[in-house]
């Protein structure tokens, strides 16, 4: 019997988040009633979807999160949960009139939960961790903990990506699960490894992304490799990193890249290298794993889980770039060492196919 599932995501850009939901989305709509809700625009000229979306306006979006960002800074928790409750309501005309049974809440949505369920008792309502337990409990999110915590104890089942993230939230909520990201990006060809090119994509930001370390790093690398950055986002205060360092001509800055052009991004390098300080199960892993690249990250909760605690990839200790730029020249150093880690990354890669993900989502609904 088809379910009618909601699926509630924050924004819709080109981010990890929204690139599962939406492949979660679309892969589950072969067999029940999808749909997307976005509380920003809609539209993206990088997400073409098959599944129906609609959502509010970017404009709305940052006066809900500026607001809600104010309001928790100031302590002001009545309000605070008043706004937030008005925002439930809007989402709920939407669940009602596409009569959805289930709602899969995602990441910054979280703390709406409780005021969503309030609304909706009888309908089942799933939070989707897209952070690490210890981003939503300890690190940048302080000012709205309360709020998080709540929301994961108000769901009827919590989805995260870690065993280590689960053996937090089971504190929180018994009805917590782990599922893979999956990997989004369609691709049937690997490197040769034969450039002299380095990778990587993501948000250009901080502290998450670590974009000081990537500038430290770049500008330490052996003569002749460079690194090549997909992403867009805050590329003023990455130009300021990058000529402290004295790294900008060892930086090729692509911008948001999707489709054929991320393709090509990952088949001409040699290397991945991830520089977040924390990410819950990096999207970006999965990716260029399926272009057999050899990994080189920070250590943090989701590259551990993503590279099986080292046994598919090399860990760094999280901020040591000087290890971080140890370790890569000497992948740059030994093909033959490239070649032995691109074997590990296709092994890897096997936990997260988009078949064997959408098969545990099934379960859920």
Not at 48 to 61: A, K, L, M, P, T
Not at 277 to 284: A, I, K, Q, S, T
Not at 315 to 320: A, F, H, I, M, R
Request: charged share 25%; proline share 3%.
């Amino acid at each position: 019997m088809k379910k009618k599932v909601l699926f509630v995501v924050p924004t819709w850009s080109l981010g990890g988040t929204e690139k599962v939901n939406l492949a979660i989305a679309e892969k589950l709509s072969k067999k029940n009633n999808v749909s997307i809700y976005t509380l920003s625009s809609p539209s993206s000229k990088y997400l073409v979807n098959d599944v129906s979306i609609e959502g509010q306006s970017d404009f709305r979006f940052s006066v809900f999160t500026g607001v809600s960002g104010v309001l928790g800074m100031l302590r002001l928790k009545a309000l605070n949960r008043l706004w937030l409750s008005s925002k439930a309501y809007e989402i709920t005309k939407v669940i009602r009139k596409r009569q959805s049974e289930i709602i899969v809440v995602s990441s910054g949505s979280i703390y709406l939960i409780p005021f969503l369920k309030r609304r909706n008792p009888n309908k089942k309502i799933v939070a989707w961790c897209h952070f690490s337990a210890d981003t939503y409990l300890n690190g940048y999110l302080k000012y709205t903990t309360n709020l998080w915590v709540e929301g994961l104890e108000a769901a009827d089942e919590v989805i995260c990506l870690t065993p280590e993230d689960k053996d937090i939230f089971l504190k929180i909520n018994k009805k917590t699960r782990v599922i893979n990201n999956p990997l989004t990006l369609k691709n049937t060809q690997v490197s040769d490894l034969t450039s002299n090119i380095i990778s990587w994509t993501g948000r250009i930001s901080n502290p998450q992304k670590g974009i000081d370390y990537l500038a430290q790093v770049a500008g330490k690398l052996p003569e002749g490799w460079k690194i090549s950055v997909a992403g867009d986002g805050n590329m003023k205060e990455f130009q300021t990193y990058l000529s402290e360092n004295d790294s900008e001509e060892r930086v090729i800055l692509q911008g948001s890249l999707s489709g054929e052009k991320l393709r090509d991004h990952y088949l001409n390098s040699s290397i991945y290298l991830m520089t977040s300080r924390f990410e819950g199960l990096p999207l970006v892993l999965v990716e260029a794993m399926s272009f057999g690249l050899p990994i080189v990250a920070f250590e943090q909760s989701g590259s551990r889980y993503a590279l099986d605690n080292g046994k598919n990839g090399i860990l760094v200790k999280n901020g040591d770039v000087e290890e971080m730029v140890k370790q890569l020249t000497r992948l740059i150093n030994d093909f033959e060492e490239r070649k032995r880690y691109q074997e590990k990354s296709l092994e890897r890669l096997q936990n997260f196919t988009l078949d064997r993900v959408s098969e545990e989502w099934e379960k859920i609904l």
